[in-house]
């Protein structure tokens, strides 16, 4: 039985699908740990699996970002990058990239001591760390450790070759191509940025461990033995790195369980009075960009009369609750992955989560990128005929009603029913005998002594 600790950043949308992993590793017998912030200790206990308190990043993010107890410098970034996803995609990943140092690598030396000393007790035969815990991979490489990589958004965030760069899209979808001038503004900060970490991480390897192999470039980083992506092997993307085994999961949660029984009643409810339902969510972090939420909405309650809209609006649930009522739920979050199998349709930003939740409950979408790999993520989506996208800034309310009928028409609805069933067969479960497996055969149980447990 492999004993593997699971790293995960403190972001709600990372470690709810890392701890579905580890409980997809434990039931096929693993002995697993999942290290993440302390505030994430439930979804352990959920999973299944041990908790280690482990912190990789000061910034972090619960469940809804705006909510979340931040040290003031990263409550400064996070209302410096919402305000940058107002004035658009290069704006918004020029920002990304300004803040990448403070975000990603604040404190290479603790992390690496932290993961140093927590190897030394629990002796694992091998990690899991999540590809954007930059800190930790590091960490992992000085150690010596055998780990695999857990991809938790667009493939692309695992670099495919010297000419592609973290923080550039590789593609994207028509509604919000950059021109080409604003393009090369945005290639030139990662190109620097690229080129800053890469000897972050060459300077910190050498001083810790000089007879090791170099790290190489920084963002390019990854498992030398899997790679598990939280996506579905769509054939334009990008080829994959030599080396490691790429095992592309599709999703990493299940869909099956059905919504608490308050939540059976407001769908029910909202079923009598609109022939559609549409959930309206724009993740844990874009939550806070009420104006586009009150757009959609109020698009869908004023340009038709037979949809009904559930949105969840994070912070702001307050500030749209002048929308709640007859047709419209306004509520902080809701239970996604639950209610999905029981909507017509969804808008969303681009988030790999929901992407690839609504590819498994078969649902069509109206995608609205702003920042990060969602325009990786969106152009996808158009490219798969499984959603259409349009441009956050420029959408009027009158236009959300035309959006939303491209999104379900019939080719888009078969399309996405076809690619659900498809991917019925991927998932954790799959992810974990599949990794496991590749582990085993490229690290070999017995790789490093194990030292008991302590309490």
Do not use: K
């Amino acid at each position: 039985m492999p004993r593997i600790v699971i790293v995960s950043p403190p972001f709600h949308s990372h470690a709810a699908p890392l701890s579905a992993l580890a409980a997809a590793l434990a039931a096929n017998g693993a002995e697993v740990f999942f290290a993440c912030a302390p505030a994430f200790e439930p979804l352990a206990d959920r999973a299944g699996v041990r908790f280690v308190p482990l912190t990789v990043t000061r910034n972090a993010n619960t469940g809804v970002a705006e909510r979340t107890d931040q040290a003031a410098r990263e409550a400064a970034r996070l209302d410096e990058f919402l305000a940058a996803t107002r004035h658009g995609p290069v704006e918004t990943l020029l920002t990304q990239a300004r803040h990448r140092r403070a975000d990603l690598l604040a404190d290479p030396q603790g992390v690496y001591e932290d993961l140093r000393a927590l190897d030394r007790r629990l002796r694992p035969d091998w990690y899991v760390v999540d590809q954007l815990a930059y800190a930790a991979t590091l960490a992992l490489h000085c150690l010596g450790v055998p780990y695999a990589s857990y991809c938790p958004g667009h493939p692309t965030y695992v670099l495919s070759g010297p000419g592609a760069f973290f923080g550039l899209p590789h593609d994207w979808p028509d509604a919000v191509r950059p021109a080409p001038s604003r393009l090369t503004e945005l290639h030139t900060a990662v190109r620097d940025n690229d080129r800053a970490f890469t000897e972050l991480f060459t300077a910190f390897a050498r001083a810790r461990t000089p007879s090791a192999p170099a790290p190489g470039r920084a963002f390019a980083l990854t498992s030398a033995h899997a790679v598990v992506y939280a996506y579905p092997a769509l054939p334009w993307l990008p080829e994959r790195p030599d080396g490691p085994a790429h095992l592309f999961a599709g999703h990493m949660a299940g869909l099956d369980a059905p919504p608490a029984p308050e939540w059976t009643r407001r769908m029910r409810e909202l079923r009598e009075r609109a022939e559609r339902v549409v959930l309206v969510a724009f993740g844990t972090f874009l939550s806070a960009r009420d104006d586009v939420l009150r757009t959609v909405v109020s698009g869908l309650l004023d340009g038709t009369d037979d949809t009904a809209v559930v949105v969840a609006a994070g912070a702001r649930a307050d500030a749209l609750a002048d929308l709640a009522g007859g047709r419209a739920e306004v509520v902080p979050t809701v239970p996604q992955r639950q209610l999905l199998p029981h909507v017509d349709a969804m808008v969303h930003h681009g988030g790999g989560n929901s992407f690839t939740e609504c590819l498994s409950a078969g649902v069509p979408a109206l995608v609205l990128p702003m920042s990060s790999d969602q325009f990786c993520v969106a152009r996808d989506a158009e490219r798969a005929g499984v959603g259409v996208v349009r441009d956050p800034n420029a959408l009027r309310a009158p236009d959300v009603p035309d959006a939303l009928a491209a999104a379900m028409a019939g080719p888009v609805r078969r399309r996405t029913s076809r690619m659900a069933r498809e991917l019925r067969r991927y998932g954790p479960s799959w992810a974990a005998e599949r990794l496991v497996t590749a582990m085993e055969t490229t690290v070999g149980r017995a790789a490093r002594a194990r030292l008991p447990l302590r309490s």
